[in-house]
């Protein structure tokens, strides 16, 4: 066997693997485009060139499938949500009230009053805060729309940044595809080497 076919699996390996690493860049590279002389060639990274329509196919596919405005409102009005608010909203109307008391009332006067208060606002705040969130989720699903903001944060974001991001969450993934690359090379160039053997 010449010994120069070996050397066949080890260039298309390389071959295989710089491919690889170099598509992956291009996803991102270069950020603005490139116009390459003496063609009316022009050449930008995959994700800048359509960061725009991304944006619009991201926010649409979070919408629809990912965050709803439905599932926003089902995190709304949790009983934790509305537990939390009525609370908060009977510690400050009572706070106000107390505070409109006249401090020329006896002290146990004063007391009376509050504790009528604050019964009168266990009884009824659970009934205003049900109306209160049904108003409330009655104008989030008519202005509230997530596909907008979603577009809007995507366009808006750094390029490097949304780089870094993705290679940070995915690097492992886009390290297993350049190996991938170099492996399938490998393999290719064995095919090669038995081909040519074959017809040798």
């Known amino acids: 066997m010449d010994w120069k076919l070996l050397t066949i699996p080890v260039i ?3 071959i295989g693997w710089i491919t690889n690493v170099l598509a992956i860049k291009m996803l991102f590279w270069p950020y603005k485009p490139v116009k390459i002389p003496l063609t009316n060639w022009v050449f930008q990274g995959v994700i800048p060139k359509r960061q725009k329509e991304m944006a619009k196919n991201l926010g ?13 409102l089902a995190q709304f009005s949790s009983h934790r949500v509305t537990a939390n608010f009525e609370k908060s909203a009977k510690e400050i109307i009572k706070s106000r009230i107390m505070q409109k ?18 019964e009168i ?24 729309h997530v596909a907008p ?8 974001f750094n390029l490097q940044e949304l780089e870094q991001l993705i290679f940070g ?16 090379g490998f393999f290719i160039g064995c095919l090669q080497v038995i081909l040519l053997q074959i017809r040798a």
């Not at 008391?101 to 509050?114: D, E, M, Q, V």
């Not at 903001?149 to 808006?156: A, D, M, S, T």
């Open 12 to 14: 298309s390996a390389l």
């Open 121 to 144: 606002l266990d009884r009824e705040m659970p009934k205003i805060i049900d109306r209160v969130m049904d108003k409330m989720a009655e104008h989030l699903r008519e202005d509230l």
């Open 149 to 156: 903001i979603v577009e809007e944060k995507v366009n808006n």
């Open 101 to 118: 008391i006249p401090n020329f009332l006896p002290i146990s006067i004063r007391h009376l009053l509050g504790q009528a208060a604050e």
């Open 60 to 72: 649409e596919i979070i919408e629809g499938q990912l965050l709803c405005v439905e599932d926003v």
């Open 169 to 184: 969450i995915a690097s492992r993934e886009l390290k297993h595809i350049e190996v991938l690359g170099g492996v399938l």
